[in-house]
């Protein structure tokens, strides 16, 4: 830093940074970023807005919050947020704690990435399958990424680079995926496309191969979990007639017989193998019953709990690795946290199987928002939403069918975001409040499955009259009058956290260094204390196994969410007589130059990975359309226009539009912006899995 400005920016030597980290200077200064409070002055979405004064902002947002709570009830104040700040105090925890202090809101459950997996791990493990360190892939023998593409998708560092020393030590590694990606480019020694939505029947066959073949660990199945009879008749037919064969998941899956055959033979044998169930794969209908599924087959092969395999379930994207003892964040110290609207209102079903949240039957679900906007009460939602507060959260641009998010937006009497860039979902703002990065603030963070603590020193004060988010809830709580809010200052609450951290407290160097390694001796394994020889500890399930089969969900009884996995067919499938009129399926991956709408419009990043629609060449040819071309994605909940790139690497019969574009419709409703929201469809899957990759579509060339 110099003279108050960041110069340059490097890295760690060992958690490097991605590119997306790298070009975040150009994202701190970027001359399209909100630095003062903003007001509406267009038409909701039109994007024009007028700098307002901190006075003006405050006593209006505070003034709608009392309007709203007085003449509709609390519960009609809605709060959305979602990955923009994942940190101890910055976070939209700061927010619920202000408006319980008013009375109480009515907040979401569920999350974008991996509602599915955590379903899956909470179901079959008791617990969040978070995954064994990322150091420890250099112990496995076969590793199957399964939709997975670490290279681009970076979640925690390093990850490609442990697959290339595992890859150098002799592992095989294999990639299961409609796309030929990155990974798959430069580490994986085979490619198996498959169909989208498809992959659990390839599980149920590789089940069967191993069944057959009586290559499954029966010990580890024996004193480690229940149910595997239960799963065992499904596989082999003998529940349902229908034998999950070699040949009835090939003319399912696309996937050779051979080829099936041949992996669950190597899966079942080579160890210790890790299979990594991919996220994106959980986001498809049903998609709960692939981790299951994968949970199921890891049991099988006795790679739960030991060095060099995988439990499956949330471990691609790592939870909070449980050797992080950082306390309850800020917020949820601050006097009367609670949110009264929650307190009275009972358990939702399925609540303790859900992710972010709670249980309360006041939350919906983030992906029924829209809806319950637009038909609250009268459509059986619990709460008729008349205001909406957004932070670290593009939800517009983020969740499903923008085109009827759009509209509930319109339909809202006021709204209110914090924000950095006037987002798609800014553009519906009433007033903006410019919030500071990381850079222009203090923290702290931890690695996820990655064992470091961070110290997010600020680097730069806040840009323009930008304010940290405590800042931001400070204002506002002096304006509604809840005048005890939090008496600390940032410096106060992050001393708490650090010295109420028995890895932290006393380490003075914390703060300067930026960085606090945590040594566990060796990579660390998940569930290794519940599969030991001697004196195992019970898994957190009722009955203290892995549950192949549960009976909380036999006694739920609901067909969509079956004891044991199964396979089940998505909506939109290829058997859907919708292919007639949308004959691709559509799958939205994440890209090297955003975090989700992260970095959309930093110039470095847009040169180096511009937005397409990526299709295969027959697909191409069978519609005249060339490399480069514009064309036009489409079904009945929308249409986005994007120039196209013909490669081979896509399976035919998929396309992939990268989630994240911002949404910029014209005067038509086509989305210029090439935002493949507008395609998918609003909904969960029973088990509450996102569904952003099942979706049925056309793509034409625009002349
Ligand atoms: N079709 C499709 N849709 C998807 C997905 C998909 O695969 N396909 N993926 C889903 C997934 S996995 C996820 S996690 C969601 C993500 O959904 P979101 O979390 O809503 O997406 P982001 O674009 O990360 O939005 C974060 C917002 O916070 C702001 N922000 C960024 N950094 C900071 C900061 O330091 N401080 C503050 N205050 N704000 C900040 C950004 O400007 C941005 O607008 O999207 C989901 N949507
Ligand atoms: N660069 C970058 N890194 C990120 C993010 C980002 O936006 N950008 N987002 C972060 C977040 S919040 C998350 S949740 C993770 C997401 O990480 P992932 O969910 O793993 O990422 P995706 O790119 O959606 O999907 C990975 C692969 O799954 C494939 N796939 C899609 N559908 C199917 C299917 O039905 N079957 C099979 N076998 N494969 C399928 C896609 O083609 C893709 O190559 O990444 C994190 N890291
Ligand atoms: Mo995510």
Known sequence: VENGVARRLETDSQYRACVRGRAYRQRLYATDRVIYPLKRTGERGSGQFERITWDEAFDTVAAQLKRVRDQYGPESLALISSGGDIVHLHSAALVETLLSRIGGFTGTWGMHSAEGAWFASMVTYGDLASGNSREDLMNSALIILWGWNPAVTIAYANTAWHIKRAKEAGARVISIDPRHTSTTATLADQWIPIRPGTDTAMMMAMAYVIIKDDIYDREFITRHTIGFKQFEDYVMGIEDGVPKTLAWAEAITGVPAETIATLARDYARVKPAALMDGLAVGRTAYGEQFHRAAATLSAMTGNVGNSGGNAAGYSTIGGRGPFFNLGPRPASRMKNSVNPVEVKAGRRPLGEFASLGGPSSARLS?????????????????????????????????????????????????????????????????????????????????????????????????????????????????????????????????????????????????????????DLGRPFVLFKNNVERQSPEKFGTPSGKIEIYSQRLADIGNPELPPIPKYIETWESLNDPLIRKYPLQLVTSHTTRRSHSTFETLPWLSELYPQNVFMNEVDAKARGIRNGDLVRVYNDRGELASPVCITNRMMPGVVDVPEGSWYKPDRNGLDRGGNPNVLSKACISPGGAFPSNTALVQVEKIE
């Open 366 to 518: 983030r992906f029924h928002l829209a809806d319950a906007i637009l038909n609250g009460k009268r459509g059986g939602y619990p709460s008729d939403i008349k205001l909406l507060y957004v932070m670290t959260c593009n939800y517009l641009n983020q969740c499903s069918d923008i085109n009827r998010i759009a509209q509930a937006l319109e339909s809202l009497e006021f709204i209110v975001v914090h924000e950095q860039f006037i987002t798609s979902t800014a553009r519906y703002a009433d007033i903006i409040f410019p919030a500071a990065t990381y850079m222009e603030r203090n923290d702290v963070c931890t690695g996820g499955i990655a064992p470091f603590y961070g110290f997010q020193n600020k680097v730069v004060e806040p840009l323009g009259e930008s304010k940290s988010h405590y800042d931001i809830c400070r204002g506002l709580a002096e304006r509604l009058g809840v005048s005890d809010y939090s008496p600390n200052s940032e410096a106060e609450w992050l001393n708490e956290v650090v010295n109420g951290c028995p890895d932290l407290a006393g380490k003075v160097d914390f703060k300067k260094e930026g960085i606090h390694r945590l």
